[in-house]
């Protein structure tokens, strides 16, 4: 494993020492970069002089350019850091499609009055139940109501037409 491979806790302390000589933990954090990382990079290049503060700001900020070393480290980066976002709204879109259909299974089963099931489940039930108990207290008759809001009174144990049974008081 290389030395830029190793993760930090492995390095020993003269070499972390060694790295932060050649690439202080500011500047590297000004890149967006790893300690170990820019320092490996800099040794592979044949930079032997520390990188100072200004020099990081200057190539973050685009106003000098950065030598190829740098380039390519940052362009690293940002790839995997798009990559990480692509994941992430990855992720986000399976969660919204999973629970688009848990609820329209919520619904096809307070319609059918079969039981519900499942943390999910019994979370967009509960909200579906409420929602329509908030209509019935603004003053909505319980004619009014769509057959899913009904539905979902009926298994919340919610009568719309008797006050008693209802948790929320209009």
């Known amino acids: 494993m290389t030395p830029s491979k190793q993760p930090a806790s492995k390095q020993p302390a003269s070499q972390r020492q060694a790295d932060r000589a050649l690439c202080s933990i500011r500047v590297a954090e000004t890149l967006g ?13 044949g930079v032997s002089e520390p990188l100072t503060l200004a020099q ?5 900020a685009m ?13 690293d980066a940002a ?13 986000a879109g ?8 848990v609820a329209d299974k919520v ?11 499942g943390a999910d489940a019994m979370h967009i039930a509960t909200d579906l139940a ?3 108990q908030k209509e019935l207290c603004r003053g909505a008759r319980p004619e009014d109501l769509f057959a899913l809001d009904l539905a979902a009174l009926r298994w919340a144990g919610v009568d719309p ?4 049974t209802w948790f929320l008081i209009g």
């Open 63 to 75: 106003t000098v350019e950065p030598p190829a070393w740098m380039i390519a480290l940052l362009v």
């Open 107 to 117: 619904q096809r089963r307070l319609l059918a009055g079969q039981h519900i099931r």
């Open 33 to 45: 970069l790893q300690v170990r990382v820019v320092a490996s990079a800099m040794r592979t290049a």
């Open 79 to 91: 790839t995997r850091r798009s990559r990480r976002e692509h994941h992430a709204q990855q992720r």
């Open 94 to 101: 399976d969660e919204e499609h999973r629970m688009l259909l």
């Open 56 to 60: 990081a700001k200057s190539w973050q």
């Open 130 to 132: 409420f929602r329509a």
């Open 161 to 164: 037409h008797d006050r008693n």
